[in-house]
């Protein structure tokens, strides 16, 4: 099975390309430019044909709304054009999934003022919160550059745990996600 995971939760374009579960192509770039206007020139550069892909896993956030949108959106079109199937994923349970250690954390990314994170404790993982001053006292995993303390990851590679985690799932038998349904995590406050 081939399978392309998509994450524009950020400013950058992460993708990956799985085959029978070994990793073929990981980019991830800031190009500076508009998501949308980038991504068709990505799959160019690579030589991604979406149809010798069996199977998408795209990031439903947390992130940027817009770029999420675009990416999500991408990616339903080539999936509902070719006929495969998608898997989401969530970024912050990815970090909680494959960060081993420490055992227990909270996984945390900032997405403009707002602090998102979930609590990773004795195998369970939390539902995604907003920081209102009240993150539990346990060390935090997060990205570097976003002012959050703790552990700070230069870079995860959110694309390729999430394709990893999806390919898993799809091998298990999963079908896939009802494609008209998924949508960004839409997690920020009502002003």
């Known amino acids: 099975m081939r399978l392309l995971s998509l994450d524009t939760s950020f400013s950058f374009i992460n993708l990956t390309l799985i085959e029978e579960g070994r990793v073929l192509v990981h980019h991830c770039k800031d190009e500076g430019k508009k998501t949308l206007e980038y991504l068709p020139k990505v ?27 675009i990416g999500i959106t991408f990616i339903k079109t080539i999936a509902y054009l070719t006929k495969k199937p998608v898997v989401s994923y969530e970024n912050l349970h ?26 990773c404790r004795e195998g ?22 976003q002012g959050i303390g703790g552990l700070e990851l230069e870079y995860f590679p959110f694309s390729l745990y999430g394709g990893l985690w999806a390919y898993e799932k799809l ?3 999963y079908e896939g996600d009802k494609l ?12």
């Open 94 to 119: 990815m970090l909680c999934l494959f960060v081993k250690e420490p055992k227990e954390k909270v996984c945390a990314l900032r997405v403009s003022n707002n602090v998102f994170y979930r609590v």
């Open 43 to 69: 799959f160019k550069e690579i030589d991604i044909d979406p149809y010798q892909v069996d199977a998408y896993a795209v990031s439903l956030g947390v992130g940027y709304l817009t770029s999420l949108r």
């Open 124 to 145: 369970v993982i939390s539902p995604v919160m907003l920081d209102k001053g009240d993150m539990p006292e346990l060390p935090v995993v997060s990205l570097s550059g």
């Open 180 to 191: 008209m349904s998924l949508e960004p995590l839409y997690l920020k406050p009502a002003v």
């Open 171 to 173: 091998r298990a038998g």
